[in-house]
């Protein structure tokens, strides 16, 4: 079913249950309204609620503190205030939390009207979830403000992390509270951290393993934790005996009661100082405010489409293709955002991600690449309408796992900072550059196992922070600068985390050679990374991340995408003996271990970017690296002088810079020559003429009305038509149908095992009959 | 009224063209698609992404996997620039990426009352200077039809 997702959220009206099915009398409607909120079996997600990313409209105690009349200058240091208190208690978070994530800036803190638009987001920290976090508050204020078990007094906090009730992702874990006057709730303040491990399938909180719901950790509705200031320590133990690091459950939900309690002292001076109406009118025409601007931005841009493909490939299990579509329309002040195309979600793979958190992605490119200088409320999306299929990967169903969802919110966030390049071009009102797009996987370790100190952890690296920035119109990307998701995020010291968990970083930060988003602009670079553990019984790592055979990013404007980044391992030895042996050996690089296989005895292998929870013995070592920033115009046209620094520095090849930059340089000066080098372009620009087809002829040639024979894929195929591809496994094997989403049959992917486990003995029945052994087995 | 609207194309408003912007070869209707001007190249993916670590001995080698992906390169017919990259599936439709409303655009330059070679840059900071001032700029400065305004 295709929903238009910007319906304005309603209160009170109509329950999980559904409609009736035939029109009823008001008194009726009364009777069974009444029925059902007494007697619902489960107070599931209200669709009402989380598909919604509307603003409320005004309550009547917000249009009577407008009425009394707003003074501008009056709101803005309010605002200005509020943004003090904000990034203190952000800094808080920061300082004090026990999870790595906190360390490194992924949380924020928040401040809501009291139906629950978020009105100010701290400064520092993860913009996605202005466009969330009201979805747990409309739901605490419609099903537990009267509920007679649970009700919100003032001290009270409500703890959440499952996104099908609004969230980033279910690492995050917030702690939200209610502020009163006069015996009425006029604000929420909230603090929200990416707590990390959560008791899933696997440590760390995103398990790529999960196959169910019910891998994915846990799934945390709304509850009250905090009843008139005290933390309650029934519902403590619970979480922590649900969790594999109970320390960290405890200290971090402190550590953000703190942080809220802090943000209320703020606001209690800024309200004994303005008084409750000019506060509570501040709170709402901001959110307001931002809306009516972002509407006059939109009308700012050219009207027209800008459509942008993403195909991922991986399952985090198996290498699959999956498509994420966006058309983005903009008419006057009205943008909308279309994802239909989008490929089905697969019931038994973790990719899976509701549309609220890939709306939370999209609100990222929105406040953090396009209009930064906003404050972060709900509203800077309100005004723009989504359309999304129901049950694809990008918008999944309650049955569907989740557990690495980031995978799908992420490319929503790619799909709009991406389209904006075009969009914006030819706006003379830019707030941001004009920009290639940003690298979008979180190539990093998670961990988890037992430390050197006897502890159970789960948790993961800060590389994920490291992702390489997209090339700018006028200069090239920064490397490995910040992730997608939190401009001030740091990548942390290694040193620090090697005193708490039992493995190091053998090699850390060392830019990869060629790993560059080529243009006239080159994309930020990627870093690698090499990890091994030692001295502890227990200890894995995991990844969870795709493009390692189709690249994760493209260029911009004529540049060249992303690298595909593998993972690497050498199995079977211990390279902590091998460097007390011989500490010469200590010259790392996954290029050097992979191709040169230098330590006798170890078994070399390379794999995607999937990889489950995998015991590391001793001394093990796994390989990964960050990717790059998507380059930025023809690489013919990049400075030849920046080629030859490049060269110089190591950071491309030769073959690079003559097969792809067209430079010609002196190999013992690094000195370009100027006419050799013009003369190689000009010759490299003829041959495009000479072998590229005109547009029409091209088509005849290469477009096929199907995807490849053996490739899984999922999603449209071509932009028009209304049926999505798929490959089904039935009773028969894989059978791949076409269909539209409502009509395509549930989609489950086999064991990979048992894929495997088949075609080994296919293999050895074929050599049994090639050789004539005859063996006879039992079923 | 000429208006880029990427690092390489153009619209004239006056003729309704895509344009290049380093040599002005047309490229087409500027309410259509802007690709059926140009040529097309279909780019084995391991020719730019080079392989790091030894394709003889592994699968995942830091190239894509030329079955999976393929990268069409669209270069201009007039001076070889390559003005866009697609990565694609083998053989999936390329996607018709920019569609504009021509006549909202004429009607809101011409509101604006500004030369787009003067206005447009890359956003904000000292070194977002755009200098389109080569491709537009002489022609910008005279009127070549009713829909000329500077």
Known sequence: MTLTANEPSTSGTSGPAGEASQPLTAQEQQWVDQFMDETTLFLGPDPAIMRSHQITSRSAYEEECISKGVDPIKVDRIRKRLAGALDEGYEMCEAMGAAPGAKWGDLTTAIYTAEGDVTYLSCHGVIAFSAILHHPIRYIMKYWKDEPTVGINPGDGFIHNDAWYGNVHNTDQSMIMPIFRGGKIIAWVAATIHEGENGACEPGGMPSGSETP?????????????????????????????????KLQLADLKVKIGAVQRIQERVDSII?????????????????????????????????????????DSTLKENILIKFACKVTVKGDKMTVDLRGTGPEILNRAINSPLCSVKSMMMQAILAFWWPDLPRCTSAMSPIDIISDEHTWADAGYDAPMGQSLQASFRGFSALQTAFAKMQFSNPEKFSNVLAPWFNQINTFLWGGLTQHGDQVGNLCADLNGMGGGAKAFRDGEDAVSPLFCAMADTAEQEVMEEEVPFMQLVSKRIVRDNQGFGKNSGGMGYEMIVAAEGTPM??????????????????????????TPLAMVKGINIYDVIRKDSSKFDLSMERIMNEQPYEGGKYTTSHMGLQFDVAKDGEMYMIAQGSGGGYGDVLERDPEAVAKDLELGRISPKVATSIYGVVWDPETFVVDQEATARLRHDSRQARIARGKPYKEFLEGYVKTEPPKDLLYYGSWGDDTEELTATHFTNNGPERVKATIDKLPLIMLPDRREVKISALEDRIRELELKHGEVVHRKS | MRIPMTEYLIIDLDTERWNC?????????????????????????????????????????????????RILEFYCPGCGTQLETEYVPPGHPPTVD?????????????????????????????????????????????????HSFS
């Open chain 1, 539 to 564: 200890w894995g790592f995991m990844t969870v991340t795709s493009g390692s055979k189709f690249s994760s990013v493209t260029g911009m404007f004529g540049g060249y995408g992303c690298s595909t």
């Open chain 1, 214 to 246: 019910f891998d994915d950790g846990l799934r945390m509705s709304p509850f009250k934790i905090v009843e008139k200031g005290e933390l309650r320590r029934d519902l403590l133990t619970f979480l922590q005996h649900s969790v594999r690091d109970p």
């Open chain 1, 272 to 312: 004994d100082e303005v008084g409750v109406e000019t506060f509570v009118a501040a709170l709402r025409v901001t959110v307001e405010d931002v809306e009516q601007e972002v509407k006059r931005r939109i009308s700012e841009l050219p009207d027209g489409t800008v459509s942008f493909n993403q195909f991922m």
């Open chain 2, 98 to 146: 920019m569609l504009w409303d021509i006549d909202s655009l004429r009607e809101t330059w011409i509101k604006r009352g500004t030369k787009p070679e003067v206005v447009i840059n890359y956003g904000p900071g000292e070194e977002a200077v755009a200098d389109f001032t080569p491709a537009l700029g002489s022609y910008n400065t005279h009127n070549h039809s009713p």
């Open chain 2, 21 to 69: 912007k380093v040599c002005d070869h047309d490229l087409g209707d500027a309410r259509g698609n802007y690709k059926e001007g140009t040529l097309v190249y279909d780019r084995d993916p391991t020719e730019i992404h080079q392989s790091i670590l030894d394709p003889e001995k592994y699968e995942f080698t830091f190239a894509p996997d030329p079955t999976f992906c």
